[in-house]
């Protein structure tokens, strides 16, 4: 396994990220803890999960799986918190000081550990000033709670900001962010990427595989199987707008290029994501242990230039056929791209 380093701290990861987020609703305790087992056994040392993931449930089965192992001090362990967690309390989601301290305590619990390696804003919010947010995460990194700080979902001009706060209020800084990335969404190409090469930031992107619009199992004019999570895409305004007639136009062009090297669309996929500039480590979310360890061959598929040039081909670089960022889908706090 050939680590690599998170950004500018020296802290190394390895190329995939294993995302925990279908832990206790998806995928049972049991096969979570199979499945923490058989990623660590690979040379996975990366896991990232958020306090929203099923309400807690899946940071408890995160940390109750490092406990059985006992490879927590071996595992750079992150999880997020923005999202809403009481229904009744207005003061339950967002990242406000209230809500990063109080939250950060409860994860701590929930994931059996003392620290959080990265601990990461799941989402911007614009109307709470950024100042605020990192006094109060700088406050848990200096009482050894945390150890790097992280966004998820901001656009390059929001990270530009924070770290111009945070370097004018001597305070940490974010180390790291995670965007959607992928081959049917490329716009992060435009700023996000130039803009992390640029600060040393580390991007660890989240759905690499689009949903699973990348695994080959959408087919032009078939049904979607069921339970897949594109089966209801026309009852859904987000789901109806990322599974359309353009990314069947390019899985179509990546089939013959996944057959030529002997190995799945989904493998290839994740390979050309994990190997293209400036990526850290792709985010892994299986649901089964056979996506898994099919999601665990991408480590043994090389991208060749060629590869590169026919995806560039289908996608050209900096576009998108699928789009991936919520604002695409009407008002949001956060418009990161038009």
């Known amino acids: 396994m050939e680590y690599r380093n998170f950004g500018r701290t020296g802290m190394k990861v390895s190329p995939l990220c294993l995302g925990c987020w279908n832990f206790g609703e998806r995928t049972p305790p049991k096969e979570s803890y199979d499945i923490v087992d058989r990623s660590l056994e690979a040379g996975i040392n ?24 006992g490879s927590r001090n071996r595992i750079v362990l ?23 301290i109080e939250q950060c305590e409860a994860s701590l619990k929930r994931l059996q550990t003392d620290y959080i390696d990265i601990y990461q804003i799941h989402r911007p919010r614009p109307e709470i000033a ?4 990192l006094r109060a995460m700088d406050d848990l990194v200096r009482a050894g709670k945390v150890r790097y700080l992280g966004t998820s ?11 111009w706060a945070a370097k004018e209020l001597g305070l940490n800084r974010f180390v790291s962010e995670q965007p959607p990335y992928h081959i049917l969404d490329r716009r992060i190409e435009r700023e996000l990427v130039p803009m992390a090469l640029t600060y040393g930031i580390g991007l660890i992107p989240w759905s690499p595989l689009a949903g699973g619009l990348l695994t080959g199992k959408y087919n032009r004019g078939q049904s979607a199987p069921e339970g897949a999570r594109y089966a209801n895409a026309p009852n ?26 002997s190995c799945t669309m989904s493998q290839f996929a994740l390979a050309w994501c994990a190997q293209q500039p400036g990526i850290t480590s792709p985010i892994l ?14 480590l043994d598929v090389t991208i060749t230039a060629d590869d590169r040039r026919r995806v560039d081909e289908l996608v050209p670089p900096g576009r998108m056929v699928s789009p991936f960022y919520e604002a695409d889908f009407g008002p949001s706090q956060h418009r990161a791209f038009v």
């Open 46 to 69: 990366f896991l990232d999960t958020a306090n929203v993931y099923g309400r807690g449930r899946s940071e408890e089965i995160t940390g109750e799986a490092l406990k059985r192992n």
């Open 78 to 100: 992150a999880t997020k918190f923005h999202g809403r967690m009481d229904d009744d309390d207005p003061n339950a989601a967002g990242s406000s000081r209230r809500h990063i």
């Open 130 to 133: 950024i100042d605020e947010t």
């Open 153 to 163: 979902t901001f656009a390059a001009w929001q990270i530009v900001e924070s770290l």
């Open 236 to 261: 859904e305004p987000d789901r109806s707008g990322r599974l359309n007639d353009r990314v069947f136009d390019v899985t179509e062009g990546l089939l013959p290029l996944a057959e030529a090297k």
């Open 285 to 298: 979310g299986p649901r089964t242990m056979e996506q898994l360890d099919d999601n665990l061959g991408a």
